[in-house]
């Protein structure tokens, strides 16, 4: 993906609107904690920007959002609905205080006064009216709330003060029958922690299994429940309804997500590479000379170089032919762009014979043939996941997320 990979790394929406539509994913995360009316709850903010980093480096677009007041927050899930279009999943993460009244849930924003039930429609924002944007556009939807779950209005003196208190009417079950999965941090009427570290019991769970190789859904929650029983003695039960179509894994196929890891002492890190293909200096060289500065006239055969197939971008697996079309297309926009590699960025991490992990970060701007101006630029930070094939390296998997 040369520049072509770039284009995902550089510029992570623009090469989401150019793939096709079966393989784009998105994701909103919300984490409300410092609420104005009550005590701040500890870890939301936490849970919602672990989670979102999570969900960008096995392939997911992610709209985050913390502390959102309901305006914050009507506006972030209009971005979502735009971003949904033509997308295969959708999918909504939300961590703070959450609420059922008359059979019916809502997402508490971080401005609310809800001293009386009749302020609700006001204040609050209905999930269910956020599920339905979701199962109208994406043939995907799945829904996971990590929410305190207690009914202010049932004692009348305004909101918990935090996701430990007594939940006295849980959360409701959703008409959710269009291909969706929805996940609640614990069971009906129950209690839902919000944890003593830096996450509550439910997102540590989710960030520790989401990301297993060919995992489902179903396989990944049966993982959560019982890291969840354990974190809580029992006192907090995961769970889940849905209408699922099809199976659905986060990291399809047992491919795994390119992921950044400690790397080895240089040593055994330069072993290990010469054992494969030579040495670091040939990564180096496949990033400067290919993945960066790939011939503009030659895509198809730079991609042919430079991925394996299938090749797993952004979480989903593609062959050759569909890796050219994603290509061509994206950088036809274009009158000319610019990659660069940022010094000292690239890290090399082997993965036994023939396999490597590489992070590094670049600088990219990309000149619209029409305007003829600057359409991006910025900074992003590239995962390559690397294997041996015919004495050279290539490319099995590929992620990116844009720095600030």
Same mark, same amino acid.
């Given at each position: 993906?040369?520049?072509i990979v770039l284009i995902a790394t550089a510029i992570v929406a623009l090469f989401a609107a150019e793939a096709s539509a079966q393989s784009r994913r ?8 410092? $609420? ?12 919602a920007a672990d989670l979102a980093a999570k969900l960008r480096a096995v392939g997911f677009e992610v709209i985050e959002g913390k502390n959102l007041g ?23 993460? $939300? ?10 849930? $809502? ?14 429609? !006001? ?30 209005f049932a004692r009348g003196n305004g909101l918990a003060t935090d996701r430990s208190a007594k939940a006295l009417g849980g959360l409701a079950q959703f ?44 396989? !990944? ?29 986060? %990291? ?54 430079? $991925? ?30 610019? !990659? ?18 590489? %992070? ?45």
């Open positions: 993906m040369g520049r998105v994701a909103l995360v919300l984490g409300n904690a410092a $609420y104005e009316s009550t005590a701040p709850l500890a870890n939301p903010v936490n849970d309901k305006r914050e927050l009507e506006r972030a899930v209009g971005e979502f609905a735009d971003a949904l279009t033509g997308a295969s999943v959708g999918m909504l993460f $939300y961590a703070g205080h959450g609420i059922q009244v008359d059979g019916r849930n $809502y997402i508490v924003p971080t401005d609310a006064r809800l001293d009386a039930a009749v302020k609700l429609q !006001l204040e609050a924002v209905p999930i269910d009216e956020i599920l339905d944007i979701m199962e109208q556009q994406a043939t995907t939807s799945l829904v996971f709330l990590d929410a305190c779950r207690n009914n202010p008409d959710a029958s269009r291909g969706s999965f929805i996940a609640f941090s614990t069971s009906p009427g129950a209690v839902a922690l919000d944890g003593s570290g830096r996450n509550s019991p439910f997102a540590a769970a989710l960030l520790s299994h989401i990301a297993t190789p060919g995992q489902s859904i179903n396989d !990944l929650m049966i993982a959560v429940r019982r890291d969840v029983i354990a974190a809580t003695s029992g006192q907090q039960r995961p769970w889940e309804q849905g209408s699922l179509l099809e199976r659905f894994a986060f %990291v399809p196929d047992g491919s795994a997500p390119p992921a950044a890891a400690p790397a080895p002492a240089p040593e055994t890190q330069v072993a290990a590479l010469e054992r494969s293909v030579g040495d670091s200096t040939s990564i180096e060289a496949l990033v400067r000379d290919d993945y960066l500065a790939p011939n503009p006239a030659a895509l198809a055969e730079t991609v042919q170089r430079l $991925y394996a197939s299938p090749a797993t971008i952004f979480g989903t697996p593609y062959e050759t032919p569909a890796i050219v079309a994603m290509k061509t297309t994206f950088f036809a926009q274009f009158a000319s762009w610019t !990659l660069a590699l940022e010094p000292g960025t690239l890290t090399v991490t082997p993965r036994g014979e023939g396999r490597a992990d590489i %992070v590094f970060d670049m600088r990219y701007q990309y000149v619209a043939r029409a305007a003829g101006v600057p359409t991006a630029e910025g900074r992003a930070r590239v995962y390559l996941g690397l294997m041996a094939d015919a004495g050279r390296w290539r490319i099995a998997s590929e992620a990116s997320e844009v720095l600030p």
